[in-house]
């Protein structure tokens, strides 16, 4: 009885860890400042998605030098790769449907969490 009740302990100890191990990391936050600059594209159309405009932010930080106040430099999406999976990464995390009107509006300061899971990475995005 005793070899049992050790053998469930120790695999319970085994699961704990094991998924204390696969918990989410995160690589990276900043803070953005959504200005009238990053509701368009290179083309001059305005944008309609928020991943579009949140990926224009990084672009016009990153590769044009459009910084507004309020616009942290960050790491991640200095890689132009990284912008490409803004898309994807922002239907995989999460942001309210009250924060994504507020930014496809402009003139709002957004906190970005960019995360790595067992699912791949994700950002989630919140409006101050």
């Known amino acids: 009885m005793r070899t049992g009740i050790f053998a469930a302990a120790c695999a319970a100890t085994l699961m704990v860890s094991t998924g204390a191990a696969r918990a989410d990391e995160l690589l990276e936050s900043y803070d953005a ?6 509701l368009y594209n290179s083309s001059n159309e305005r944008l309609t998605q928020p ?13 044009f030098g459009i910084r507004q106040p309020g ?6 999406f200095a890689s132009a790769r990284n912008r490409d ?8 995390g999460r942001i309210e449907g009250s924060a994504a009107r507020r930014i496809l509006d402009g003139d709002v300061r957004i906190s970005v969490e960019i995360w790595r899971g067992a699912g791949g990475d994700y950002i989630n995005i919140s409006v101050d």
């Open 33 to 38: 400042y959504i200005g009238q600059d990053d």
């Open 85 to 92: 999976l803004a898309e994807r990464m922002i239907r995989s």
């Open 51 to 63: 991943w579009q405009v949140i990926r224009q932010d990084r672009a016009n930080v990153h590769r």
């Open 71 to 76: 616009d942290d430099i960050d790491s991640f």
